[in-house]
């Protein structure tokens, strides 16, 4: 709903077009019920599918709301585990409390309202017993001073019923009973005896009471005439027979249920009658029987059909109309103090039960304080683990944003602690990492210009010389390597050519390798010697060097004019030649390895003596279609998975084998050869190659060349 808005989601939606439609086509049925009188049968038709899609749509939209607010008011940790505690320890603790509370509450209610009904019972027994009295002794008496037997049982138990009423009423039934006499005292006249105060004594004796007798509890209501005010009341009646087959009288005995029998029955249960209110007679609508009209008062008299008494409550009970036994109700209340009823019913020594109370109170207190201590220990514990969790989730924040800074607060020596300190070491180490990083791209920076500038100290340009084609490569193992070479023009016939591995790899190599350029370029100017020109190079280099490091370079100086080529070793791999019979057609080639002796430059051995005796000069003939290869022990020794070394051997058969190519393409297929064999090996030293085939035509060619490693020289 959010993505739509209100607008869209009522009319870009389903449910939303549903209920905007359902409430255009109520609206329409309205309107036209309203024009017509009537809705005719195929709208309401209509009207009843709209309401259908609208409740459908509405609850749609009721149902995306509660997930919404869910998602909003849930978000939260520290929300969901504070109601999940309600939940799980909370509210099942309060609804113990209160299924105990209420199962008391009902004990206590329902043992009160037995005390009070056993009460109104003994009430009945007693008005029963008085009213039976009273029919003995006016029958023994031969029916003669009924007037004063009623005046003189009316004042004996006035004292302890007061306002208690007696009547006489006469009357002539049928009672077909084999225990009764066959005469009863004459007929009477109707008496009364007492204030009548509650109702107008009764007339006659209703059909439905037999000749057994009655006794019960009975209500009134009456209203003074002209008022609204209604009183109501209840009292305890009692109704009896002479013992004959035709009884002529009936005594009635009315005990008011006023404030002395309140008092004695809140005295006697510890429950008090507050009221009695009397509801209408059901589906009658007229005033009950028995109405006085001289009085202008409404009289019901109800029997209680029930035993419950509700404490300030009001209790539903049935009652029966006197005069036509008609069923209806009224509401008892009843006012409940569980402290009164407790001592009521409460047994054994006073101080034994109070010190159980007692205890029972305390028990509840500790419950109570348990609880309290259980609900702060839970919302602490929410705000510990939430606040750590929301220290995390403010962290992560801020490491998603590039700030690998901020530090976690580590409060408590627990899980969470570890992990607030986890985090810290985390970031602490994406920083460093980082920081590496950075350092890395830095110098792998600074080695690719470093690679640049030496790769800038190879032979650069087109170099023009007659008679010589050349091809040159040089890979290093790491960004910048040891491996040099070089082509020096020494004069307009003769060029300087120069080989040499410095011992290692990397940064160091490259930079004895920049002194050895240097150094060369000195030499060459002076020296016309390959022999010299290495001697007076091994003392400067051995001063310079450090004592771990060493030089092997081979130095070979190409005379055009006299078609020789001067050359001396130092240390370094062979010179290999292949040749092309001499000048002999018909010859095959073959290859020459050229090993004349030389230490390595650079150690300090001697001042330089052994080097000198050492070292050899040789100077070989050039024929037309001769190659000459200069390399560095990174070709001869590249290795494969099964460290097995490429090998002098395998170089001299690939040459002899294509030394037809141009050198250009044979540069390649040496290359491809090699890295065939080491099949994906990485790399472990510098690869550097010269390859120089002489010619024998003449004519002057343009040069060509691959950037900084290859050139051709044609005449």
Same mark, same amino acid.
């Given at each position: 709903?959010?993505?739509?808005?209100?607008?869209?989601?009522?009319?870009?939606?389903?449910?939303?077009?549903?209920?905007?439609?359902?409430?255009?086509?109520?609206?329409?049925?309205?309107?036209?019920?309203?024009?017509?009188?009537?809705?005719?049968?195929?709208?309401?038709?209509?009207?009843?599918?709209?309401?259908?899609?609208?409740?459908?749509?509405?609850?749609?939209?009721?149902?995306?709301?509660?997930?919404?607010?869910?998602?909003?008011?849930?978000?939260?940790?520290?929300?969901?585990?504070?109601?999940?505690?309600?939940?799980?320890?909370?509210?099942?603790?309060?609804?113990?409390?209160?299924?105990?509370?209420?199962?008391?509450?009902?004990?206590?209610?329902?043992?009160?309202?037995?005390?009070?009904?056993?009460?109104?019972?003994?009430?009945?027994?007693?008005?029963?017993?008085?009213?039976?009295?009273?029919?003995?002794?006016?029958?023994?008496?031969?029916?003669?001073?009924?007037?004063?037997?009623?005046?003189?049982?009316?004042?004996?138990?006035?004292?302890?019923?007061?306002?208690? @009423?007696?009547?006489?009423?006469?009357?002539?039934?049928?009672?077909?009973?084999?225990?009764?006499?066959?005469?009863?005292?004459? %007929?009477?006249?109707?008496?009364?005896?007492?204030?009548?105060?509650?109702?107008?004594?009764? %007339?006659?004796?209703?059909?439905?009471?037999?000749?057994?007798?009655?006794?019960?509890?009975?209500?009134?209501?009456? %209203?003074?005439?002209?008022?609204?005010?209604?009183?109501?009341?209840?009292?305890?009646?009692?109704?009896?027979?002479?013992?004959?087959?035709?009884? @002529?009288?009936?005594?009635?005995?009315?005990?008011?249920?006023?404030?002395?029998?309140?008092?004695?029955?809140?005295?006697?249960?510890?429950?008090?009658?507050?009221?009695?209110?009397?509801?209408?007679?059901?589906?009658?609508?007229?005033?009950?029987?028995?109405?006085?009209?001289?009085?202008?008062?409404?009289?019901?008299?109800?029997?209680?059909?029930?035993?419950?008494?509700?404490?300030?409550?009001?209790?539903?009970?049935?009652?029966?109309?006197?005069?036509?036994?008609?069923?209806?109700?009224?509401?008892?209340?009843?006012?409940?103090?569980?402290?009164?009823?407790?001592?009521?019913?409460?047994?054994?020594?006073?101080?034994?039960?109070?010190?159980?109370?007692?205890?029972?109170?305390?028990?509840?207190?500790?419950?109570?304080?348990?609880?309290?201590?259980?609900?702060?220990?839970?919302?602490?514990?929410?705000?510990?683990?939430?606040?750590?969790?929301?220290?995390?989730?403010?962290?992560?924040?801020?490491?998603?944003?590039?700030?690998?800074?901020?530090?976690?607060?580590?409060?408590?020596?627990?899980?969470?602690?570890?992990?607030?300190?986890?985090?810290?070491?985390?970031?602490?180490?994406?920083?460093?990492?980082?920081?590496?990083?950075?350092?890395?791209?830095?110098?792998?920076?600074?080695?690719?210009?470093?690679?640049?500038?030496?790769?800038?100290?190879?032979?650069?340009?087109?170099?023009?010389?007659?008679?010589?084609?050349?091809?040159?490569?040089?890979?290093?193992?790491?960004?910048?390597?040891?491996?040099?070479?070089?082509?020096?023009?020494?004069?307009?016939?003769?060029?300087?050519?120069?080989?040499?591995?410095?011992?290692?790899?990397?940064?160091?190599?490259?930079?004895?390798?920049?002194?050895?350029?240097?150094?060369?370029?000195?030499?060459?100017?002076?020296?016309?010697?390959?022999?010299?020109?290495?001697?007076?190079?091994?003392?400067?280099?051995?001063?310079?060097?450090?004592?771990?490091?060493?030089?092997?370079?081979?130095?070979?100086?190409?005379?055009?004019?006299?078609?020789?080529?001067?050359?001396?070793?130092?240390?370094?791999?062979?010179?290999?030649?292949?040749?092309?019979?001499?000048?002999?057609?018909?010859?095959?080639?073959?290859?020459?390895?050229?090993?004349?002796?030389?230490?390595?430059?650079?150690?300090?051995?001697?001042?330089?003596?052994?080097?000198?005796?050492?070292?050899? /000069?040789?100077?070989?003939?050039?024929?037309?279609?001769?190659?000459?290869?200069?390399?560095?022990?990174?070709?001869?020794?590249?290795?494969?998975?099964?460290?097995?070394?490429?090998?002098?051997?395998?170089?001299?058969?690939?040459?002899?084998?294509?030394?037809?190519?141009?050198? /250009? /393409?044979?540069?390649?297929?040496?290359?491809?050869?090699?890295?065939?064999?080491?099949?994906?090996?990485?790399?472990?030293?510098?690869?550097?190659?010269?390859?120089?085939?002489?010619?024998?035509?003449?004519?002057?060619?343009?040069?060509?060349?691959?950037?900084?490693?290859?050139?051709?020289?044609?005449?």
């Amino acid at each position: 709903m959010n993505r739509y808005g209100v607008r869209g989601a009522l009319f870009g939606t389903l449910p939303g077009r549903a209920v905007v439609i359902g409430i255009a086509i109520r609206l329409a049925v309205y309107v036209a019920g309203l024009l017509l009188g009537r809705v005719p049968g195929f709208l309401t038709v209509i009207d009843t599918v709209a309401s259908l899609a609208l409740a459908i749509g509405a609850g749609y939209f009721v149902y995306q709301l509660i997930v919404l607010a869910k998602r909003h008011l849930l978000w939260r940790v520290r929300r969901k585990l504070i109601l999940s505690y309600m939940f799980v320890g909370f509210v099942p603790a309060i609804l113990i409390v209160s299924f105990f509370l209420l199962s008391g509450f009902l004990l206590f209610y329902n043992f009160s309202s037995y005390l009070v009904q056993s009460r109104l019972r003994a009430i009945e027994d007693r008005a029963r017993f008085l009213a039976q009295s009273i029919v003995l002794e006016i029958q023994r008496g031969g029916g003669r001073d009924a007037a004063a037997i009623l005046a003189r049982r009316q004042d004996n138990g006035d004292e302890e019923f007061p306002g208690l @009423s007696m009547a006489l009423v006469p009357m002539d039934r049928n009672c077909p009973s084999g225990s009764r006499q066959d005469s009863s005292p004459p %007929s009477q006249t109707a008496m009364v005896s007492g204030p009548w105060a509650h109702v107008a004594p009764p %007339s006659k004796i209703p059909a439905w009471i037999g000749c057994e007798g009655f006794s019960g509890l009975l209500a009134y209501s009456r %209203s003074p005439t002209g008022t609204s005010d209604r009183t109501d009341g209840a009292f305890v009646r009692a109704v009896a027979f002479p013992e004959s087959r035709r009884p @002529s009288f009936a005594v009635a005995v009315d005990v008011p249920i006023g404030s002395r029998v309140k008092e004695q029955l809140k005295q006697d249960t510890g429950v008090e009658i507050t009221s009695i209110a009397v509801r209408d007679s059901p589906g009658e609508g007229r005033p009950l029987a028995g109405l006085a009209a001289d009085e202008g008062e409404a009289l019901r008299q109800l029997t209680a059909a029930s035993s419950g008494l509700m404490s300030q409550l009001k209790v539903p009970t049935e009652f029966i109309d006197w005069n036509s036994q008609a069923s209806g109700g009224l509401f008892i209340t009843t006012d409940l103090k569980v402290g009164a009823l407790y001592d009521r019913i409460s047994s054994g020594p006073q101080q034994f039960g109070q010190g159980l109370l007692i205890m029972l109170f305390i028990i509840g207190g500790l419950f109570i304080v348990i609880e309290v201590m259980a609900l702060t220990a839970g919302l602490a514990l929410a705000k510990s683990i939430t606040g750590s969790v929301h220290e995390l989730f403010t962290g992560t924040e801020l490491v998603r944003q590039g700030d690998f800074t901020h530090k976690i607060a580590v409060t408590a020596q627990d899980q969470l602690g570890e992990l607030a300190q986890s985090f810290n070491s985390m970031t602490a180490s994406i920083e460093d990492l980082l920081r590496e990083a950075a350092e890395k791209k830095r110098l792998e920076e600074e080695l690719r210009i470093a690679r640049e500038i030496q790769m800038s100290l190879l032979p650069q340009g087109p170099l023009s010389m007659p008679g010589l084609s050349v091809s040159a490569l040089c890979v290093p193992a790491r960004e910048v390597g040891g491996d040099y070479y070089d082509f020096l023009p020494l004069d307009d016939h003769r060029l300087g050519v120069l080989i040499a591995d410095v011992s290692g790899k990397g940064t160091s190599a490259a930079l004895y390798m920049a002194e050895l350029k240097g150094l060369m370029l000195s030499l060459t100017r002076i020296h016309e010697s390959p022999r010299e020109l290495m001697m007076t190079a091994n003392r400067i280099i051995a001063n310079n060097l450090d004592a771990r490091s060493f030089i092997t370079m081979t130095y070979a100086i190409i005379d055009f004019a006299a078609k020789t080529m001067t050359y001396a070793r130092a240390g370094h791999t062979p010179l290999m030649r292949v040749t092309c019979g001499g000048g002999q057609a018909g010859r095959r080639r073959e290859t020459q390895v050229l090993v004349p002796d030389g230490l390595v430059l650079g150690l300090k051995i001697d001042d330089g003596e052994m080097f000198d005796r050492l070292l050899v /000069e040789q100077t070989i003939p050039l024929h037309p279609g001769d190659l000459y290869v200069l390399f560095t022990d990174g070709i001869s020794e590249a290795m494969n998975a099964d460290e097995d070394c490429f090998g002098e051997v395998r170089l001299a058969r690939l040459l002899e084998e294509h030394a037809d190519l141009p050198v /250009e /393409e044979l540069r390649e297929r040496i290359l491809r050869e090699v890295e065939a064999f080491a099949a994906g090996t990485p790399q472990h030293d510098d690869m550097t190659m010269i390859l120089m085939k002489v010619e024998g035509n003449g004519g002057q060619e343009t040069l060509h060349h691959r950037g900084k490693e290859e050139k051709r020289i044609m005449v």
